[in-house]
Structure formats: C-alpha cells, structure tokens
C-alpha cells in the first residue's frame, strides 16, 4: 500500500494579502467552470465537432477553438497566482504542451500546410482543456462539477437520441437503417464512434450511482443505465463488443472483491433488461425513421410526445427503466453494505481485487466460444445481435481491413519516422503506400495516425504523458482513504474507455471526444500530488518561472483565439462565395470573387478555396478566352502546389481544363503524375473513370495523332507507354487475388472495357493480333445495346480472323442483333490484309 501525506490546497499558507486575491480571482475559476459545462453541452450537437478534413467541418471547430482561447486567457490569469511548481501536476500542466508542440515541428515537412496548421490548433485546444483540468480539479467541489458535467451532458445526448427514434425531433443519421437493420449513431453520426462514448458513460454512470449516498440521485443514475446500455446494444457495433473486456480489465481494480461483485451484477440486471425490450423498441424506432426518411423533408415530419406511437415507446422504456433502477438501488442501499460490512475483512485482501479480473478473463475466452456459435444461449438474442456477434472473427472483413491500413500507415512512419509527415498526413498520402485500393480518411487507430503525423518524437511525447498521468493518478488514488477514492475516477473511466477503442477506431478524430480525453487526463493529472519542486519557494528561479509561464500561456490564448477567429473569418468568406455561385439571381464573376479572395487572404494555401477559385478561373477562360483567367489559374495552381502537394482535386481540376482546351500532352503529364501520388489510380470523384483508363486513352489519342502525321518514333513511345500502363494494371489485378480471403479490396479495380478497347486497337495497329485478342477478350460482353461493347467484339473478331481463328457464339450473337457488323469486322481484316500488302 502506498502511504502519502495529504496534498496541501493551492495557495495553503499564503499571506492576507495573498488570500484576498485568491479571493477576488476565484471568479476566474467560476468563469472557467461555465465555459467547459457549455462547451460539453454544445458542442456535441455539432456532429461532436468531426474533423473531416473539409471547410463544413471546419466552421464548428473553429468556433470550439476559439472558445477554449478564451479559457485559456482566463487560465494564464489563474495561474500566476496558482501555479508554483511544487507537485508533479504542476510540471504536467506544463508537459502537456510537447503535443502541439510535436505538431509544430512536424509542419516543416508536412503533405498538407493546410491540415498540419488545423491539428496544431486542435492539440493546443486539447493542451489548454488539459492544463484547466489540471487545475479546477485539484479543488474537490469543482472536480465534482466537471465530473457531473460529463455524465449528464451524455444522459442529454441519450435522451435526445431516443426522441429521434421515437420521432420527437430530427437529428439526420442519429438513427440509421442499415442492411444489419437499425443502428444508433447519435450526434456523432457513426454508431462506432457512439458507442465507445456510451461505454464511457455507462461505466461511469455505474461508478456514479455505486458511489452516490443520496437515494433520489441513486434512482437517477439508474433509470439511466438501461437506456445507455439499450442504446450500446442498438449501435450494433462489434468493435464496442470486443473493447468492453478490455476496459473493465482496466477499471475492474480500482474496486474492491464486493464491489467488483456487485458492478458485474448490476451490470447483468441492465443487460437483462435491455434485452428484454430491445426488440419491442427497434420494431416501434423503425417503423417510426422509416417513415421519417421516406418524406421529402424529414425534418418537418416531427411528431407528437403523447402521440400514440411516442407514448407507448417512452412508456416501455421509462416503465423498463425504473423498475430496473428501482431494483438496484434496493440491492445498492441494503444489501451491498450489509455484504462490505460481514465480509469485507475476509475478502477485501490486497491482491483480492485481482480474482475478479482474472476470471472475467477466463469467462470472456469462454464467453467469445459460446457467442460465436450456433448455441441455445445465442439463439435468445436478437437477430441483429446474433448475426453480429457471429460475425467476429479475426478472418471477418473490417479486421482484414483494418490490419491493412495498419500495415499501410506504418510504411508512410517508415517513411518519416522522427518527426512525421504533419496533420492530415494519413488523407494526403496513403493512397501512394496502400496495399489494395480502399478509400478511408481515418487510420482506425488513434495511436498510428499519431505516429503518421508527429512521428517517433510526438509518439513519445504523448505516451509518455499518459504515462505520467497514469503513474500519479494510481500512485494518489491507492494512497488515498477508501473514502475519498471516487473524488475523480469519472476521469479515469472516460479517458481510459475512449483511449483502449480509439486504437480500433477513429473516436479521437471528433474534437469533443478528444477535448473530453483531454479534460479528463487533465482531472487525473490533478491528483498527481508527488512532490517535484527544482526552486525553493521563493527563489529566484521559481519567481521567474511564475512570470513566465503564465505570460506565455497568455501568449498561446491570443494565438489560439487570433488564429481560429481569421480561419472562422476566412471559413464564412468561402460559403459565402459558393452561395453566390448556387444563387438564381445569376451575380457576376467579380460579384463571386470578391468574398473568395477575401478568404485567401484570410487563409492563403486552403486547398478548398484554391481548388474553387481554379474552377472559376477556368470557367471564366473557357467562356472568354481571355488569358488573364488563365494566367491566374496558373498561379493558383502554384500555390496549391507549393502547401498542398499531395492534393489530389486539383489534379483533377488541371486534368479537365486541359482536356477541355485540347492539351492532351498536358492532360497525360497530370494523369501519370496522378498515378505517381495514387498508385491505384482511385479518381477523387467517384463518378470517374480510373486514372489507368484516363491515361491509357489519352497514350492511345496521341499515339493515333502521331501516327497519322506519319512521325512512328512519336506513335510507338505513346503506344509502349500504353501497353505499360496495362500491364501495371494487370499485375495489381492479380495481385488482388491474393487478399486474405473475406477481405473486400476497396474500389473496383481491374482491365476495365475502355482500356480493352484502346489497348487492343493499338496492338491491333502493331499486328500483335494475339495481345489484341487477349486484351479485348477481357471485355467481351453480350449486352451489344452499348456501343463501346459492340466495338470491342468487333475489334476483337477482326483480330481472331487475322489469327485464323474465330468465336463462333460472340460472332453469333453480335451478328444476330446487328447484321451490319458482318461488314465492320470483314472491313477491318481488308484493310489491315491490305496495309500488310
């Protein structure tokens, strides 16, 4: 057991003078409080404040960052009386700031200036949310306040859920219907991202209501707990299902044996319970969102509270509901303490709160063999839970697929391993280093995207904070009376829930889940009361460093709040420019121009503005011919590649314009530097064609021009180039087959009918008849309604007849609907008979 002295207050032992300030400045703390209590209340609301690397995501984060601005203004104030570096807090306080700071330096060889600009201001955002936590919590009252905050801004956001289930109000995506059926997302629009969040909140509403005295707030907590863990059950999310283990290993030792006892039994009453409606209330939510998302305007399809298919979902789940609740606190009030106080002596050893978890390790082994199977106990679960829980399995696709970005994001870390590649690294550069052509923003776990972007220097920063944190939160908390223990373990709870299902997930890429991650290690980091001090309390160096830090901080807020207000400013600019341009009353192009170079100066390499203002540039030549339009084009697309060299959308931009003014020398350059960037050839749009078949048809386009003008060294470079191309393309299509088996390989992928077509043209021209046949043979078709199908049959029975071979059934079928193909393919045979000649 680990025996401590008790942790002096802040400011214990100061002056009248001192204590009067303290006083007066206490205000600030108050001040403080209210921002974060709004900001948990809020900012869900906002899509949790996704960061989806697009300026529609960016307006609510910029907005969050400015906020946290200002309380880290009001922090500096607090901490220059406050902070005087003595405990190991006050030094993580500070430690917290190597996480922006690795971002800093990871911007100076960034992909993307944009993005890395926008991730150094989020992790001083979480820094800050750290650094306040740090010091609010270290006052018990105010722990309590934030720790509440947390819990009943999530009984909110279940709540809320459930009215858009039960159609109350409208939230689009909060409840899904999917081919696994229905699925609860929630605010955050991604039932994985949702559920990892209830998993925080049940096991601290479990926590809460297991460490409440007052029985109307222990009623409280529980007829909450049914509905949070309704809700998990509803997300369908395996990853949830899987992680759960994981975090009671983590939080199951912090409770002594009867209490560890009594959490899982309070736990199994929850589920029972949850269970036994889940399939009254799916049925009556899907009839309802049905319904909803079916209307032209679902949004005005709201319907009543006491309506009678609202009524009778709330009266089943509240009746459920505090039943339940009722059932628990009965056990929790009388029985539980009657238990802790007859055994407590015998089973509460010291290394006896270790049994319980390492028999759930046991039952989890054994748990997982029993679901996973066709057996009685899973034939009583739902369908849609049954069907998911069959599907977990290591060979099940979204694992495989996850183990490839894995391995994928750690080729780009080989690739920049100290310092990394900067924010955004994983969007901007992992088509070039992916394994197979899948298209996803996020890694799927926190800790490798943190790797990509920050490298081995911001890797070890943030680990070993957490470690820090982790080492003087149980040093504190085992040395601490068994009374005053669940002071701050909500922060525990939440920060270590979110953190183990972040490394399956991409949780921590919506900013008020990472605020929250933050906040919460900040309340931990509070506890971490081991002396530290390298000054004296008056010394020289000690007075310096109490200067110091808070002006620096004060320093960092208006940077904070500066830096988000112009991008906000910049952000406003742009939607207004995309407005004008969807406007019916037609304004003119200088009327567009003018907010979106108002938004360039604001934020200079924007990929999304550059990108818009190329379009219009273009746009504007193309009508006018006049070549001030393009000569600006030209110098925006310097710029984007001077802060965005990886940005693909201009790739497809420049590639259009040139096609559309007949430079398709220019348009294969882009093509093949495309397929540099993006060896799988993924067109950032999905209604486009591959960029193998763009740049295989543009080969063939010059090859023929070259051809034409009699210049053969000209025809034949593009035609090999051609043939390359289409090799490439047949290597990584059997390179394909080789994927695990259960593995989707992401986008099609594949010889597709255009490059057939080309491909077998050319070689047709170079009297390789059998590569022709080959080639077109890989798309013959019978649905001859298509022309380019009619066209490739045609081309490859020409090449057939010149082999002197024939395909008795595609001739018949071809020639049976279009008789005049008769003479195509005997025209094409003459003519390459007599060219021969």
């Given at each position: ?37 709004l900001f948990m209340v809020v900012a869900p609301f906002h ?360 391995k994928d994001s750690l080729k780009i870390a080989s690739d ?248 398709l020398d220019e348009a294969l350059k882009v093509a093949l ?165």
């Open positions: 057991m680990i025996t401590r002295q008790r942790a002096p207050v802040y400011g214990a032992g100061r002056s009248r003078l001192e204590e009067r300030a303290a006083e007066k400045h206490s205000i600030l703390s108050g001040l403080m409080l209210i921002g974060i209590t899509a949790a404040l996704f960061y989806g690397y697009t300026v529609q995501y960016e307006v609510n984060i910029h907005s969050a960052v400015m906020l946290s601005g200002v309380l880290l203004l009001l922090l500096s104030f607090y901490a220059f009386y406050h902070w005087r570096f003595q405990q190991m807090r006050d030094w993580l306080a500070l430690a917290v700031w190597t996480i922006p700071l690795s971002y800093a330096l990871s911007s100076i060889s960034a992909a993307s200036s944009h993005f890395s600009a926008n991730m150094i201001e989020m992790n001083m955002m979480y820094a800050a949310f750290f650094a306040i936590a740090v010091f609010l919590a270290a006052n018990k009252s105010s722990a309590g306040i934030l720790q509440q905050g947390i819990v009943f801004s999530g009984y909110i956001i279940v709540v809320y859920c459930f009215m858009n289930m039960f159609g109350n109000a409208y939230y689009r995506d909060a409840v899904m219907l999917t081919d696994q059926g229905l699925r609860l997302t929630s605010v955050f629009q991604y039932a994985n991202a949702y559920a990892a969040y209830l998993l925080a909140l049940l096991l601290s509403c479990i926590w809460t209501f297991m460490n409440t005295r007052k029985p109307y707030l222990m009623l409280l907590h529980g007829i909450m707990l049914l509905p949070i863990m309704l809700s998990f059950l509803l997300t369908l999310s395996r990853g949830g299902i899987v992680v759960l283990p994981l975090i009671l290993l983590a939080i199951l030792p912090f409770f002594t044996l009867i209490r560890q006892i009594a959490f899982f039994v309070y736990l199994a009453i929850v589920t029972a319970g949850s269970l036994l409606i889940l399939e009254p209330i799916r049925s009556k939510a899907e009839a309802i969102v049905r319904r909803v998302v079916s209307s032209a305007e679902p949004e005005q399809q709201r319907i009543g509270f006491f309506t009678p298919d609202s009524i009778s979902g709330w009266l089943l789940l509240g009746g459920v509901s505090l039943l339940t609740a009722v059932l628990l606190v009965c056990l929790h009030y009388w029985l539980v303490p009657r238990t802790e106080k007859r055994y407590a002596d015998k089973l509460d050893k010291r290394f006896m709160p270790l049994l319980l978890p390492a028999l759930m390790i046991a039952a989890c082994i054994l748990g997982a063999a029993v679901l996973s199977g066709n057996t009685p106990l899973t034939k009583l679960l739902p369908d849609s839970l049954q069907q998911r829980l069959s599907s977990i399995n290591f060979q099940q696709h979204s694992v495989l697929e996850r183990f490839t970005m894995y920049y391993p100290v310092t990394g590649a900067g924010g955004g690294a994983w969007i901007s550069m992992y088509q070039k280093y992916q394994n197979n052509p899948y298209v996803v923003k996020q890694v799927h776990n926190f800790f490798l995207q943190y790797l990509i972007e920050t490298g081995l220097v911001g890797l070890l920063c943030l680990v070993g904070l957490l470690g820090c944190v982790l080492y003087g939160y149980i040093r504190h908390y085992f040395g601490s009376r068994q009374e005053d223990r669940a002071s701050h373990h909500i922060f525990y709870i939440v920060a270590v829930s979110i953190l183990i299902h972040s490394m399956l997930d991409f949780e921590m890429s919506y900013v008020y889940l990472a605020s929250l991650v933050f906040l919460c290690l900040g309340g931990m980091a509070s506890q971490a009361d081991k002396p530290m001090a390298l000054f004296k309390p008056d010394s020289a160096g000690s007075k310096r460093i109490r200067w110091a830090v808070p002006v620096l901080m004060g320093a960092a807020s208006v940077y904070l709040f500066y830096s988000a207000a112009v991008q906000l400013k910049s952000n406003q600019l742009f939607i207004q420019a995309n407005e004008l341009v969807r406007a019916s009353s037609k304004p003119s192009f200088d009327e567009v121009m003018e907010p979106l170079d108002a938004a360039l100066k604001y934020a200079t390499g924007h990929p999304d503005y550059l990108n818009f203002k190329i379009q219009l540039l273009h746009q504007a030549y193309n009508q006018t011919k006049e070549a001030s339009f393009e000569q600006e084009a030209n110098r925006s697309l310097a710029l984007l590649d001077q802060y965005e060299p990886y940005n693909k959308e201009r790739l497809e931009t420049e590639y259009d314009q040139y096609v559309q003014t007949g430079r530097r495309s397929l540099e960037l993006n060896p799988w050839g993924v067109s950032v749009y999905k209604e486009r064609p591959n960029w193998y078949e763009r740049a295989i048809a543009l080969c063939y386009e010059l090859g023929s021009r070259a051809r034409a003008a009699n210049q053969t060294d000209s025809a034949n470079a593009h035609w090999n180039r051609a043939y390359s191309l289409y090799d490439t393309v047949t290597a990584k299509t059997e390179s394909l087959k080789l994927l695990p088996k259960g593995q989707m390989q992401g986008e099609p992928f594949g010889v597709t009918p255009v490059m057939s077509l080309f491909i077998g043209q050319a070689k047709f021209a170079h009297k390789d008849y059998a590569g022709a046949a080959d080639a077109l043979r890989l798309n013959v078709s019978a649905d001859y309604g298509i022309e380019i199908n009619r066209m490739i049959a045609r081309w490859y029975l020409a090449a057939l007849q010149m082999k002197g071979e024939s395909d008795a059934a595609v001739y018949a079928q071809l020639t049976t609907k279009f008789p005049e193909e008769k003479e195509s393919i005997a025209a094409l045979a003459a003519l390459t008979a007599g060219q021969a000649k």
